[in-house]
């Protein structure tokens, strides 16, 4: 059988550095085909050389067996190709229907017959969003499957799956795999690309390794488990290292830093109540919709609380009420967002410049002005703790990979030197290399003292890091575990009942 696309010695290079180097790849008609890697392996730039985005500084890219040199993402649409971004790509100013159909708009149109059919068209997708909705509405997930939608109604052959999964409850990863495998037996071709090794090795027909920009191995997922998957990621075996086995000591509590009594915010946070402590990481977790990000917000000032009977937060034995981010970081409190791209960074500025914006939003620079100096050593120290890989600190944040632009969000929320760090989703997107990584770093914070909160959707990173767990269902916590009496079946009962 002859591939649907082939790339021939494709290298890519972005400022005279190569992002890939002589890079094989098939993909046949009708199969699922995971692309597996560190963030920085290659991952994006192969797709979204395949999808139009970029082009090859060398080599070559087959389609349906005749060379082709897409210029743009609409050629490559145009021809079968639809890629779902990590990144959602949606306009925000439009509708969930106006964004499906985007691109693909009959002469006329009425926006109530466009409304009916996406309704339509969602459902038996099975997802539950309201097509009449602005995209800027939504959150992270209904988000992602906007996008999912928008790639299947272009009816693609090839459909790019970029971190889909990231996002998404249990039950709607459940809806997810029944559409891929939909797809599948319709004939259409799926390269997914997933830190979520188990999705890959439940999914996938074959499955391709990335290291460094350059071609590791492809073989049947049958001849593939989860160690010899992270062996070949990253040179060495490290199950052990992100997700400890076993029981552990929890952290002794330190003095009460925040107090949360009857929170409420509309209908997303409804009278919840409990405490974070110094020199503790408190994780929390729930499903989608459960409120979580919402408190954190609230805490940090980045969306405000009910202004009548809206609940009391004491930060310190003090009642506070932030209005703005930026009078809560000068009180000690940081927020690290699930949604780097919107929230967490300038995309066009470099990461020297990004990191420094956490210094000044939190006066801590030492001159009344900018200082170039000031900001290069500031950067040169926290991109070397936190092993941020790039070409250098001018390097703009929108090209590095998405584990290295947590790390950039991460240095950014950290020079404000903080009383409370809260993690929202910290290693969303983020490859097993750099979950170690980041893991390393909020232990290492609550072992000096601080406070941290840690929000996961990822019942293996709450076990492994909290010492004390909360869990939040409809927009309340609603039971508190020690670690040493916590079970991952305990927690999902809790969350779901």
């Given at each position: 059988?002859?591939?649907?696309?082939?790339?021939?010695?494709?290298?890519?290079?972005?400022?005279?550095?190569?992002?890939?180097?002589?890079?094989?790849?098939?993909?046949?008609?009708?199969?699922?085909?995971?692309?597996?890697?560190?963030?920085?392996?290659?991952?994006?730039?192969?797709?979204?050389?395949?999808?139009?985005?970029?082009?090859?500084?060398?080599?070559?890219?087959?389609?349906?067996?005749?060379?082709?040199?897409?210029?743009?993402?609409?050629?490559?649409?145009?021809?079968?190709?639809?890629?779902?971004?990590?990144?959602?790509?949606?306009?925000?100013?439009?509708?969930?229907?106006?964004?499906?159909?985007?691109?693909?708009?009959?002469?006329?149109?009425?926006?109530?017959?466009?409304?009916?059919?996406?309704?339509?068209?969602?459902?038996?997708?099975?997802?539950?969003?309201?097509?009449?909705?602005?995209?800027?509405?939504?959150?992270?997930a209904q988000k992602q499957m906007v996008e999912i939608a928008r790639a299947v109604h272009h009816k693609a052959r090839v459909i790019i799956f970029d971190e889909p999964t990231a996002t998404l409850t249990p039950e709607e990863k459940h809806h997810f795999f029944g559409l891929v495998a939909?797809?599948?037996?319709?004939?259409?071709?799926?390269?997914?690309?997933?830190?979520?090794?188990?999705?890959?090795?439940?999914?996938?027909?074959?499955?391709?390794?990335?290291?460094?920009?350059?071609?590791?191995?492809?073989?049947?997922?049958?001849?593939?488990?989860?160690?010899?998957?992270?062996?070949?990621?990253?040179?060495?075996?490290?199950?052990?290292?992100?997700?400890?086995?076993g029981a552990r000591a929890p952290r002794p509590y330190g003095a009460k830093v925040l107090s949360v009594q009857n929170l409420s915010m509309g209908r997303m946070v409804r009278n919840t109540s409990f405490s974070v402590y110094a020199g503790q990481i408190t994780g929390v977790f729930g499903?989608?919709?459960?409120?979580?990000?919402?408190?954190?917000?609230?805490?940090?000032?980045?969306?405000?609380?009910?202004?009548?009977?809206?609940?009391?937060?004491?930060?310190?034995?003090?009642?506070?009420?932030?209005?703005?981010?930026?009078?809560?970081?000068?009180?000690?409190?940081?927020?690290?967002?699930?949604?780097?791209?919107?929230?967490?960074?300038?995309?066009?500025?470099?990461?020297?410049?990004?990191?420094?914006?956490?210094?000044?939003?939190?006066?801590?620079?030492?001159?009344?002005?900018?200082?170039?100096?000031?900001?290069?050593?500031?950067?040169?120290?926290?991109?070397?703790?936190?092993?941020?890989?790039?070409?250098?600190?001018?390097?703009?944040?929108?090209?590095?990979?998405?584990?290295?632009?947590?790390?950039?969000?991460?240095?950014?929320?950290?020079?404000?030197?903080?009383?409370?760090?809260?993690?929202?989703?910290?290693?969303?997107?983020?490859?097993?290399?750099?979950?170690?990584?980041?893991?390393?770093?909020?232990?290492?914070?609550?072992?000096?003292?601080?406070?941290?909160?840690?929000?996961?959707?990822?019942?293996?990173?709450?076990?492994?890091?909290?010492?004390?767990?909360?869990?939040?269902?409809?927009?309340?916590?609603?039971?508190?575990?020690?670690?040493?009496?916590?079970?991952?079946?305990?927690?999902?009962?809790?969350?779901?009942?």
């Open positions: 059988m002859e591939p649907i696309i082939e790339l021939r010695g494709v290298t890519k290079e972005f400022h005279g550095v190569p992002a890939l180097s002589d890079v094989n790849f098939t993909l046949m008609p009708g199969e699922i085909h995971a692309l597996l890697g560190e963030n920085g392996a290659g991952k994006s730039t192969l797709t979204k050389i395949i999808a139009g985005v970029h082009s090859p500084t060398h080599g070559e890219v087959r389609f349906r067996g005749e060379a082709l040199a897409f210029s743009r993402p609409a050629d490559a649409l145009h021809n079968g190709i639809a890629m779902v971004f990590q990144e959602t790509s949606l306009v925000p100013s439009l509708t969930v229907a106006q964004n499906i159909y985007l691109g693909n708009e009959g002469f006329l149109n009425r926006l109530r017959g466009i409304y009916i059919s996406a309704q339509q068209f969602l459902q038996s997708l099975n997802f539950n969003v309201d097509p009449t909705m602005f995209v800027s509405q939504l959150g992270a939909r797809l599948k037996a319709d004939g259409v071709s799926i390269i997914f690309i997933t830190h979520a090794l188990e999705e890959a090795l439940a999914i996938s027909d074959r499955i391709t390794i990335l290291r460094d920009g350059q071609h590791v191995v492809t073989d049947q997922a049958s001849a593939f488990d989860r160690d010899r998957i992270i062996g070949h990621m990253v040179g060495r075996t490290l199950t052990e290292e992100i997700y400890q086995k499903l989608i919709g459960s409120g979580r990000t919402e408190t954190a917000k609230i805490i940090a000032g980045v969306i405000k609380r009910d202004f009548l009977h809206g609940g009391e937060v004491r930060l310190g034995g003090r009642s506070v009420r932030y209005r703005t981010p930026r009078p809560a970081v000068k009180d000690g409190i940081v927020y690290v967002t699930e949604d780097r791209k919107l929230e967490g960074f300038f995309e066009t500025k470099s990461i020297a410049e990004n990191i420094y914006t956490g210094l000044l939003g939190a006066d801590l620079n030492r001159m009344p002005i900018v200082s170039y100096k000031e900001m290069m050593d500031l950067s040169q120290d926290w991109t070397k703790r936190l092993n941020v890989r790039a070409i250098d600190g001018n390097a703009k944040v929108i090209e590095l990979s998405g584990g290295n632009q947590q790390k950039v969000v991460i240095a950014k929320s950290l020079v404000q030197r903080p009383k409370l760090v809260i993690f929202d989703e910290p290693t969303r997107g983020v490859d097993v290399g750099a979950i170690a990584e980041l893991h390393a770093v909020i232990n290492e914070l609550a072992d000096s003292g601080l406070a941290v909160v840690v929000i996961s959707s990822y019942l293996p990173e709450i076990m492994n890091l909290a010492d004390r767990v909360l869990v939040a269902r409809q927009g309340r916590v609603v039971e508190e575990f020690g670690i040493d009496e916590a079970t991952e079946e305990k927690i999902m009962y809790a969350a779901v009942h």
